[in-house]
Nanobody
Framework: EVRLVESGGGLVQAGESLRLSCAAS????????IGWFRQVPGKEREGVAC????????GYSDSVKGRLSIASDNALNTVYLQMTNLKPEDTAVYYC???????????????????WGQGTQVTVSS
């Protein structure tokens, strides 16, 4: 069974850091692309970071560039999202997702991702 499980969310103060984990099972990360997305109530899901596992190519949204970093540990079949200098506007449910089918480098567009985790809440207080 293909499964993605996020963990690491929580409540932090502005300026602090968090590391989110996305543990994959039922498939190998190696040939795929993984993305991190976030969503707040009433707004569309926003792609913040992605990685093409095969060559390590990454992509970031302008809103998080320089503060968030995505990386994979293929031995653990896990993708991480390191978040630093967090801001209240980073508050959201964070999801990881897998793109199995495209051949281009990773994208921040949710449309291409077919498997999703259940999400983990990140709350940043001011």
């Amino acid at each position: 069974e293909v499964r993605l499980v996020e963990s690491g969310g929580g409540l932090v103060q502005a300026g602090e850091s968090l590391r989110l984990s996305c543990a994959a099972s039922g498939f190998s990360l190696k040939e795929n692309r993984i993305g991190w997305f976030r969503q707040v109530p009433g707004k569309e899901r926003e792609g913040v970071a992605c990685i093409t596992i095969a060559d390590g190519t990454t992509g970031y949204s302008d809103s998080v560039k320089g503060r968030l970093s995505i990386a994979s540990d293929n031995a653990l079949n896990t993708v991480y999202l390191q978040m630093t200098n967090l801001k209240p506007e980073d508050t959201a449910v964070y999801y990881c997702a897998a793109d199995f089918y495209t051949v281009h480098n990773c994208t921040l567009k949710p449309y291409y991702f077919t498997e999703w985790g259940q999400g983990t809440q990140v709350t940043v207080s001011s």
